[in-house]
Nanobody, 126 residues
Framework: QVQLVESGGGSVQSGGSLRLSCIASRFTYVGHCMAWFRQALGKGREGVAGLLSDGSTEYADSVKGRFTISRDDAKNTLYLSMNSLKPEDTARYYC????????????????????WGQGTQVTVSS
């Protein structure tokens, strides 16, 4: 069992930055998928950034060039650095860990993930 706890959300103005953290009770899935998702009010859960099984990263088109996913194994922590934030980035952000391997495209399927954090709210005002 893996427990995930996100932090780092908050309210910022358009153009601002935030860094989200997700502390895992353990990183047992070396080489398996880890990702950040978000869910805005009234919308479905959207894959934002994925750390693939081969160590590469992928991003939703809407955040490319602005968001960066990374991990620190020594701290059992997954990060999402968000720059140039826009009002449309407003959502609750969740980290997720999968027991499965994943590649390009498949990382963004929520059904692949068994473990989810409780989420952290990000609000961007114009």
């Amino acid at each position: 069992q893996v427990q995930l706890v996100e932090s780092g959300g908050g309210s910022v103005q358009s153009g601002g930055s935030l860094r989200l953290s997700c502390i895992a009770s353990r990183f047992t899935y070396v080489g398996h998928c880890m990702a950040w998702f978000r869910q805005a009010l009234g919308k479905g859960r959207e894959g934002v950034a994925g750390l693939l099984s081969d160590g590469s990263t992928e991003y939703a088109d809407s955040v490319k060039g602005r968001f960066t996913i990374s991990r620190d194994d020594a701290k059992n922590t997954l990060y999402l650095s968000m720059n140039s934030l826009k009002p449309e980035d407003t959502a609750r952000y969740y980290c997720a860990v999968s027991p499965l391997l994943c590649g390009s495209g498949s990382w963004s399927q929520p059904t692949r993930y068994n473990y989810w954090g409780q989420g952290t709210q990000v609000t961007v005002s114009s």
